[in-house]
């Protein structure tokens, strides 16, 4: 059982994820609004805080998730509900740390049903979290080792043996470090995915902004796909990922193709835009952290350089991979590769 936070300014959708999360045997409380929900989570503890994006304002449930996460200790998971057309909202709420999101009103989908099955996951993530923060607190009290008094008075054994120990503490210091960092940036829980699935929900979280850029946005997918087998939010987010970057390579009236197609037992979700394509050099350069082609004064959307390492490794995790054909002049095509689901592939 979680103690969990529902935020929505919908009656009926925080009337509906109280029934549904309660019925699974969690402990649900309810906000109405931005103010609300920040005011229960400085009093109370929460495993898990489910928010809607625009409540009060456009940016209502990303001032909750970064009131969440200015308090680390709180170790609290994030969900957030968001509607098609709040792209850049939803990108930014994953780079700020939000564990998932559910997009409402997708038809023929029950979101009820998938919010409850997300939660289930976060809280246990949360509870990992919690474990691995109380380890590290123990392995902290080890580090007094070094506040020992004079030491000449400790023979050479004992010595070699704290020394062993303070080897040991940071060690393992450093293990719990690094499962902590997996497990902030989302350790990949890999599930079935219909491949179809994926590239329409891209397509609709990606529309908003292709249509403020005055580019047109294409998904055409291969028929009888088989399932991935991914994380649904960090597959989403790679993707999102890489068809924002086409969109902000285009100019008004180009088209970015999104495509699902086949191959040697992984599905390629490519991502296709005409617009001002690579030279080798920056080819070389493409994948390493903080490396941008995106000038402050081009008029083209920032970046910190980070977002295609950042895809790359999470693609890796959920062992497939990112490869781009790229020209200066003439576009480039970004292509997802990610494993299929052996038992739907072999159904």
Avoid at 297 to 305: E, F, T
């Amino acid at each position: 059982m979680a103690k969990v936070l529902v935020a929505d300014d919908n009656k009926s959708v925080r009337e509906a994820c109280q029934v549904h999360l309660s019925r699974e045997g969690h402990l649900v409380r309810v906000a109405e609004g931005e103010s609300a929900a920040i005011a229960l989570v400085d009093g109370e503890q929460f495993d898990v805080v489910v928010v809607d994006l625009w409540m009060e304002r456009p940016e209502s449930g990303m001032h909750v998730l970064e009131h969440i996460k200015r308090q680390p200790a709180l170790l609290t998971e994030v969900i957030i509900l968001t509607a098609y057309g709040t792209m850049p909202n939803l990108a930014r709420a994953l780079e700020l740390g939000a564990y998932s999101y559910v997009p409402k009103n997708v038809p023929d989908v029950d979101e009820y049903s998938v919010i409850a099955a997300k939660v289930a996951e976060a809280a246990a993530q949360k509870a990992r979290r919690g474990i691995l923060h109380d380890m590290a607190n123990v392995l902290m009290g080890f580090g007094a080792i070094e506040l020992f008094p004079d030491q000449t008075s400790l023979s050479a054994e004992q010595r070699a043996f704290l020394t062993r120990v303070k080897h040991s503490v940071v060690a393992a210091q450093e293990l719990c470090r690094m499962a902590t960092t997996q497990l902030r940036s989302g350790t990949p829980q890999l599930r079935e995915l219909a491949s179809a699935d994926l590239a329409e929900q891209v397509h609709a979280l990606s529309a908003g902004i292709a249509q403020m850029k005055g580019v047109r946005l294409a998904t055409s997918v291969s028929a009888n796909l088989p399932s991935v087998l991914v994380h649904e939010a960090m597959a989403a987010r790679i993707l999102v990922n890489l068809v924002v970057n086409a969109i902000d390579a285009s100019l008004p009236g180009m088209t970015v193709e999104i495509g699902a197609t086949e191959c040697s037992g992984n599905v390629l979700f490519a991502v296709k835009d005409t617009g001002t394509g690579m030279s080798d050099e920056v080819l070389a350069h493409l994948w390493e952290p903080g490396f941008t082609t995106k000038s402050r004064d081009s008029g083209r959307l920032g970046g910190s350089g980070i977002g295609l390492h950042t895809a790359r490794e999470m693609a890796r995790q959920m062992n497939g991979d990112i490869e781009v054909d790229s020209q200066a002049g003439e576009g480039s095509t970004f292509v997802l590769r990610v494993p299929v689901d052996r038992d739907d592939s072999t159904a």
